[in-house]
């Protein structure tokens, strides 16, 4: 993230990562639900609107995966030139897939609200998986291309060597800044989206106010809507000129630029990828009604159907809010226990002298032990909650999860011996 070196102390660091992590799987946990609902109701799939919705939810649980990903590996492994361009690639077109995919969904809300008679015939699945196709082909081609100019001019020996995986020090050639002001003067996607949206926003802003005075709630939900489209268009547009508002801000704070640069990040790369959910998922009637019907028996309602594996409960009975707080609470702490003991247990395994002395492998099976038991026990109450289980992978996770939680006290006692 526009940084030649990492400046940042381990707890900083170990910070930074935790909070991108948690908030990448909160953001993709809540996504990924709404993603289950499509694909489980036939009505969504049927309609243009949710179809380029869902596209935009996927495309955003792609770009935050492999922006969170990027972010942890420059932390901890060192990254040569060619997986860098790989996931460089991937985070790029996905990022340029966003704005594009607003504008295609206002072009379509325009059509739905200021010319219904003519959607049905307009607006089509078919036009919408084609428009989809279109939209990754204009993003990918300028990423693919700063690719094959690096193939081009650079010996392919530079692809072994350890990147900062970043554009600026990845695409520096002179043919790359040729590459993007053609782009930019040829095909301009902020101009381009910026006017789309404009153009038709205006639009369905003014025929919301027609029918107000006969539907006052549908116009205020109309316009409410929008008001969170431009939000939404914004955000999205700031990830453009990040590079910019790093350049200043950290010019005029220079002792704060790691710190700059990350909040940046996550308020042009994380947090935008939030607001998709809670502007179609939520208020969309429809969606949020089947949303119910999918997850009601996960959060609140009996299954008799289904074998359920949980802790001394015949059946959950917590709001989704209490269902959610509880997960996201067991996999933090998880993941922080772990992470801790993972860095003991490398630690343990880059040492020979460890490897020598019975205490530290008592020690450090103890640790693994641990680890194992507080993956699964995690792992069960979240797959408790949110995936059927039957009889047979419910037996496997209790047999492991109880031979670990048996496992500590004897390991203790070895070692008290």
């Not at 909160?26 to 869902?54: A, C, E, H, W």
């Not at 392919?156 to 002001?181: A, D, G, M, R």
């Not at 996999?331 to 020598?356: C, D, E, H, P, W």
């Amino acid at each position: 993230m526009n940084t030649t070196k990492r400046q940042d102390s381990f707890n900083d660091a170990f910070t930074k990562n935790f909070v991108s992590f948690a908030l990448g799987f909160i953001i993709n946990y809540i996504n990924g639900m709404f993603v289950y609902t499509y694909f489980k109701s036939v009505v969504f799939r049927q309609d243009p609107r949710y179809v380029l919705y869902i596209h935009l939810v996927i495309n955003d649980m792609i770009m935050l995966t492999v922006t969170v990903m990027l972010q942890i590996l420059t932390y901890t492994v060192p990254l040569s030139f060619a997986p860098c361009c790989v996931i460089m690639l991937i985070s790029v077109t996905a990022n340029k897939n966003s704005p594009l995919n607003l504008a295609g969904m206002a072009v379509e809300r325009y059509i739905a609200v200021c010319r219904p008679l003519h959607h049905s015939q307009l607006c089509t699945v078919q036009r919408a998986y084609a428009l989809i196709a279109l939209i990754w082909a204009v993003s990918f081609i300028p990423s693919i291309s700063d690719v094959i100019i690096l193939l081009l001019v650079q010996p392919l020996s530079v692809f072994t060597k350890n990147v900062i995986c970043y554009p600026s020090f990845l695409y520096n050639t002179p043919y790359h800044e040729t590459q993007s002001l053609v782009v930019q003067v040829t095909c301009p996607p902020v101009f381009f989206v910026f006017l789309t949206l404009i153009v038709t926003y205006m639009k369905v802003l003014y025929a919301a106010r027609a029918v107000s005075s006969s539907n006052q709630a549908s116009a205020k939900n109309a316009h409410n809507t929008i008001l969170l489209h431009g939000v939404q268009l914004l955000i999205c547009m700031l990830s453009y000129i990040s590079p910019l508002i790093n350049l200043i801000l950290v010019t005029a704070w220079p002792h704060k630029r790691t710190i700059i640069i990350f909040t940046t990040f996550l308020f042009t790369n994380l947090l935008p990828r939030l607001l998709s959910p809670l502007i179609y998922g939520v208020r969309d009637q429809k969606l949020s009604s089947h949303f119910r019907v999918h997850f009601g028996c996960e959060f609140g309602l009996s299954c008799p159907s289904r074998t359920r594996c949980d802790m001394n409960t015949t059946k959950r009975q917590d709001s989704f809010n209490d269902a959610f707080t509880k997960n996201f609470v067991s996999f933090a702490l998880g993941f922080i226990i772990n992470y801790i003991n993972g860095m003991f247990v490398y630690t343990y395994f880059k040492s020979v002298v460890f490897r020598q002395d019975p205490r530290y492998v008592l020690y450090i099976h103890l640790v693994i032990n641990d680890m194992i038991m507080l993956t699964v026990t995690v792992m069960l109450q979240i797959l408790t909650y949110t995936v059927p289980l039957s009889f047979a992978p419910c037996c496997v996770i209790m047999l492991i999860s109880v031979t670990a939680n048996k496992n500590s006290p004897l390991n203790l006692a070895g070692m008290a011996v």
